[in-house]
């Protein structure tokens, strides 16, 4: 028998209320949409765009660990070490400076992955990730923008505070058009810019100093802050990686939590 207009209809209604499967085991802070805070939105990365950057990153430090290995050998040779040897030693060092950085940097269960969160709002931005403290920026308190080929640099001297946004952030165009709003952004390349990545990686932080700073003089700052840390995702927290685990993933990987966190 077949079923009525009714039974259809109710039917179809059950099948719309069905709640949308998680596209990662993790399914990041299990919020939609619709509860973030008015004018608040969220961002993940995008994991084709996550394996090719990374991927990336790790061969251009390969190239200059191989070149550093060059300069040394090259003295060795004209000294009298075997060319075989040379040769041997070159290859083999590469190869195992490559090796476990492009393992890691192709995985598509990587926490750093499936745990990257960015919200950003009209006055407020707050990035979590596994392995790495919230990095969060107010807009009144920004005074540079800069762009380079890995991403977006927001910086404030008052207080010392920086946020990384990687361009493989699914909606990179999207969060550049919102912080291109906030300031001019200003290309930065070569040299400077991984000075400066150097300088400020270390910056990225929350944003806890009141005394002094756009905090202190506007509460309804403060207020927007505490909106959208209470709709951020709490998955980063499972896992905790110390200053000293930072620093052997970047010697061993040739890339600071996947270029995505610096």
Known sequence: ????????????????????????????????DSTLPLGVRRFHLDPLRHREYAS????????????????????????GLPLGASMALFVGATACAA???LLFARRTNSPQLLTY???????VARRTVAGSQPAEMLRPEVTAIFETS??????STTPRRALFVSRAVDGYADVRAEF??????????????????????????????????????????GAELELVRGASSTHWEQY??????RRLRRVAFGLSYDGIAK
Do not use: N
């Open 117 to 123: 969160e960015l919200l950003v709002g009209t006055r």
């Open 180 to 221: 291109a709003s906030w300031r001019v952004i200003e290309p930065l390349g070569g040299a400077r810019a991984w000075r400066h990545a150097t300088r400020d990686g270390a910056a990225q932080g929350p944003r806890d100093a009141i005394q002094g700073t756009a905090l202190g003089s506007d509460p309804s700052l």
């Open 99 to 101: 090796t476990p950085g």
């Open 56 to 79: 990336a990153r790790v061969l251009r430090s390969v190239l200059v660990f191989a070149l550093a290995l060059a300069l040394v050998l090259v003295p060795a040779v004209v000294a």
């Open 1 to 32: 028998m077949a079923p009525s207009c009714d039974d259809q209809k109710s039917m179809s209604t059950q099948h719309m209320d069905l709640p949308p499967a998680p596209s990662t085991p993790f399914a990041p802070s299990q919020l939609r």
């Open 240 to 245: 905790v990686a110390t200053p000293v685990l």
């Open 150 to 155: 890995d991403g977006l640099w927001l910086a």
